[in-house]
């Protein structure tokens, strides 16, 4: 089965996309196409998550913070403050998971417009890494791997139980269905 959520907050992410597949789905398909189930027992689900660049840079509350992509990574850049003046500065950065956090460690940092001394370059180096956990993702996902891409990361997410999993398909917060949520099925991926 394969469920995609084009648009959904996973604080302190504001809004981000997931295309998953369900595996081991164990209700009938035509509960599940007539929209009778609160819920869908799964074995276990894969997915891609999409950060947007703009919602990461957001996301790290780190004020006036940029990031776009660039090759080998990303590109950072802020504002540093140092010696009662501001400095810009800038980066690429490569991002990593790590116990499911998004890992943003800066390489190469340049300060704009003058000879950077050793403590303005790691006050800037402080400045441009950062980590940013999802938050709670929907069908109980957890990231397991990032690339970068020319408009969004790319996140790649699991959801492993040793039973069942049931995915819910309305929202537990406030019960109003996931939508827009688009959910489709091949007869080869279902059990039915």
Not at 65 to 74: D, E, I, K, M, Y
Not at 178 to 189: A, F, G, I, M, Y
Request: proline fraction near 7%.
């Amino acid at each position: 089965m394969h469920v995609q959520i084009p648009s959904v907050a996973s604080a302190p992410l504001r809004d981000v996309a997931v295309d998953a597949r369900l595996f081991g789905v164990h209700a009938p398909l035509s509960d599940l196409a007539g929209g009778r189930l609160k819920q869908v027992p799964v074995d276990r689900i894969t997915g891609t998550v999409r950060v947007r660049y703009d919602d990461l840079a957001q996301a790290s509350g780190i004020p006036g913070l940029t990031v776009r992509p660039a090759s080998g990574g990303v590109q950072v850049a802020g504002q540093v403050q140092a010696l009662g003046r501001q400095f810009a500065a800038s980066a690429v950065a490569h991002i990593s998971v790590q116990n499911e956090t998004l890992v943003v460690t800066a390489d190469h940092v340049r300060i704009s417009g003058v000879d950077a001394s050793p403590a303005l370059l790691a006050a800037a180096t402080r400045l441009l890494n950062f980590q940013v956990p999802p938050g709670r993702l929907p069908l109980g996902l957890r990231i397991t791997a990032v690339q970068t891409g020319s408009e969004a990361l790319s996140v790649s997410a699991e959801a492993h139980t040793w039973c069942s999993a049931r995915v819910p398909l309305r929202s537990p917060a406030d019960r109003r269905t996931l939508e827009p949520c688009r959910v489709s099925s091949r007869w080869s991926r279902c059990s039915v």
